[in-house]
DNA sequence: CAGGGTTTCACTCTCCGAGA
DNA sequence: TCTCGGAGAGTGAAACCCTG
């Protein structure tokens, strides 16, 4: 039997915190209000009989048992939304009409198989997919212009919105084949090379500012790119180096 | 010392089980 | 079936703590 105070809102709170380090960014996460998320850790710490975040420092850290708890309870978390997902998809199998949302750096890739798989499970339904940017897409559903959407998030909770993670996709540094020099280098600006930069407006440049300006990195930019494929091949000419996402370095495998 | 972030406290609301 | 009381989860306000 799981201990009385060992409960999913609470795990999921643990979660957002472990993840962000900060009590008011899991708070923005789950919906929640800070001491809503202060009592969710406390309740669960006293459950589990153990101090599962480090409090003293910023931001905050797992202890050994909330690395553990955090390796299992991910886990079960994992398990619960997959279930909640397949539930949704059943759910869908009935409609007629479904209007769909696909972030435009899956366009070449994701779409067409997504497209095949859809027509193939739902056979007696219309679609209308579109293309765009994750914040367009994100403010087209909440809009109700569209049913649902696949787009990248800040992880933040939306209003009106419920969201069903797919993939986490980590940031990664890179940097022409031909230089000799580690993130370090790069991120102290002791290789010269400028930094490549995505677009303002866009929604990873807004996350990657916020990673950057939270380990208190500032970095100057002399381009600004609005094309994720034409970043990533002016980083193959030795223009520049960027940060991106593993996702995004992967189709751009052909430079 | 100021500002941002966290915790504590007091209170409200909702849900659920027990008893009439 | 209805009422009542306890438990749990939420909020806002204020105090406290940490960092630059």
Not at 197 to 214: H, K, M, P, T, V
Not at 226 to 243: C, D, F
């Amino acid at each position: 039997m799981i201990k009385k105070g060992v409960t999913l809102r609470g795990i999921e709170v643990f979660e957002a915190l472990a993840g962000r380090g900060s009590v008011a960014h899991a708070a923005a996460m789950t919906g929640l209000s800070q001491p809503a998320v202060s009592q969710q850790i406390s309740n669960l710490e006293a459950a589990v009989g153990a101090k599962l975040i480090d409090h003293s420092c910023r931001p905050m850290r797992l202890t050994a048992a909330g690395e553990t708890f955090l390796r299992h309870s991910s886990l079960a978390l994992a398990h619960v939304r997959q279930a909640q997902s397949e539930l949704t998809v059943m759910d869908l199998v009935s409609l007629t009409d479904l209007h769909l949302g696909v972030i435009d750096d899956f366009d070449n890739d994701l779409t067409p198989r997504l497209a095949t798989i859809l027509a193939d499970s739902m056979a007696g339904c219309r679609f209308r997919m579109v293309t765009d940017s994750s914040k367009r897409l994100l403010q087209a559903v909440q809009d109700k212009a569209l049913h649902i959407a696949i787009a990248a998030t800040d992880g933040d909770a939306k209003e009106g919105l419920i969201e069903i993670p797919l993939a986490r996709d980590p940031f990664i540094i890179v940097a022409p084949a031909e230089i000799e020099a580690d993130g370090a280098d790069l991120l102290g600006g002791r290789t010269g090379l400028p930094f490549l930069r995505y677009e303002a407006d866009q929604l990873i440049a807004g996350q990657i500012s916020n990673q950057l300006s939270r380990h208190n990195i500032n970095l100057t930019s002399q381009f600004e790119i609005g094309s994720h494929l034409a970043l990533m091949a002016m980083v193959a000419r030795g223009i520049g180096w960027t940060i991106t996402t593993s996702f995004g370095y992967c189709r751009a495998q052909r430079f």
